[in-house]
């Protein structure tokens, strides 16, 4: 059961592309890992799936369930970092909503807090959109990861490692189409080339006499020759 979809859109920032995305379609018992570099718009992505921020006037989001949004947590009280974190996300998942949009939840926790959320999350009953940066909770979390890169969104099955092997061979998969194409370009130019002079040599060949053309036809049959090559 799809909890959540969208259409493919575009979402510009002023008259600045930030991203394109596909179609997305969230289920029940999805457990996606959102990276991408700072600035490439995975807290406005967040953002926009939660209906906190205007979205297109061509995109349609189409949620069946509640939704939390856990915003980034910049803020730092009378207590430790990790402490006011714990309290900040418990205050979420207390909410227990079929989809829940954690961004970057693990920013000031230790080792202890860290291993507390990641339990948490583990056992969350809904859906989870995650940003982090932590590769390891990333892989003990996911099971499909959505990268933001170059203004696009690429949906990779599986963790984080996961992930990273699927870029190798695309990346690689991607060098040997490239060279591919190279050779194929080169060889069609060459033979381009050799077309032209053919039909250099054509033009040529039809500087004949009127006379000579009118009793031999060759004038017509060079002309047609020269238009072919070209």
Same mark, same amino acid.
């Given at each position: 059961?799809?909890?959540?979809?969208?259409?493919?859109?575009?979402?510009?920032?002023?008259?600045?592309l930030?991203?394109?995305?596909?179609?997305?379609?969230?289920?029940?018992?999805s457990?996606?890992?959102?990276?991408?570099?700072?600035?490439?718009?995975?807290?406005?992505?967040?953002?926009?799936?939660?209906?906190?921020?205007?979205?297109?006037?061509?995109?349609?989001?189409?949620?069946?369930?509640?939704?939390?949004?856990?915003?980034?947590?910049?803020?730092?009280l009378?207590?430790?970092?990790?402490?006011?974190?714990?309290?900040?996300?418990?205050?979420?998942?207390?909410?227990?909503?079929?989809?829940?949009?954690?961004?970057?939840?693990?920013?000031?926790?230790?080792?202890?807090?860290?291993?507390?959320?990641?339990?948490?999350?583990?056992?969350?009953?809904?859906?989870?959109?995650?940003?982090?940066?932590?590769?390891?909770?990333?892989?003990?979390?996911?099971?499909?990861?959505?990268?933001?890169?170059?203004? *696009?969104?690429?949906?990779?099955?599986?963790?984080? @490692?996961?992930? /990273? !092997? &699927?870029?190798?061979?695309?990346? $690689? #998969?991607?060098?040997?189409?490239?060279?591919?194409?190279?050779? *194929?370009?080169?060889?069609?130019?060459?033979?381009? @080339?050799?077309? /032209? !002079? &053919?039909?250099?040599?054509?033009? $040529? #060949?039809?500087?004949?006499s009127?006379?000579?053309?009118?009793?031999?036809?060759?004038?017509?049959?060079?002309?047609?020759?020269?238009?072919?090559?070209q």
């Amino acid at each position: 059961m799809y909890i959540l979809e969208t259409n493919s859109f575009k979402y510009y920032l002023g008259e600045r592309l930030l991203f394109k995305l596909p179609a997305l379609k969230l289920h029940t018992k999805s457990r996606i890992g959102l990276i991408g570099l700072n600035g490439s718009g995975k807290t406005t992505l967040l953002e926009l799936l939660a209906g906190i921020r205007p979205i297109p006037a061509a995109a349609k989001i189409i949620c069946k369930t509640t939704m939390t949004i856990l915003p980034q947590l910049k803020e730092r009280l009378s207590k430790s970092g990790g402490e006011t974190t714990q309290t900040y996300i418990l205050q979420a998942l207390k909410q227990q909503s079929g989809l829940l949009l954690a961004d970057e939840p693990t920013n000031n926790l230790d080792m202890d807090h860290l291993l507390w959320l990641e339990k948490e999350l583990r056992h969350y009953s809904g859906a989870l959109i995650l940003v982090s940066h932590d590769r390891d909770f990333l892989d003990a979390l996911c099971n499909e990861i959505w990268a933001l890169d170059d203004k *696009q969104l690429q949906i990779y099955q599986g963790n984080y @490692s996961n992930y /990273q !092997q &699927q870029k190798i061979i695309s990346e $690689k #998969t991607h060098d040997q189409a490239y060279r591919k194409y190279i050779m *194929q370009k080169t060889h069609l130019e060459t033979a381009f @080339s050799a077309k /032209q !002079q &053919q039909a250099q040599k054509a033009v $040529k #060949t039809t500087k004949i006499s009127l006379s000579e053309a009118r009793i031999t036809g060759a004038k017509p049959y060079f002309a047609k020759k020269q238009k072919k090559l070209q």
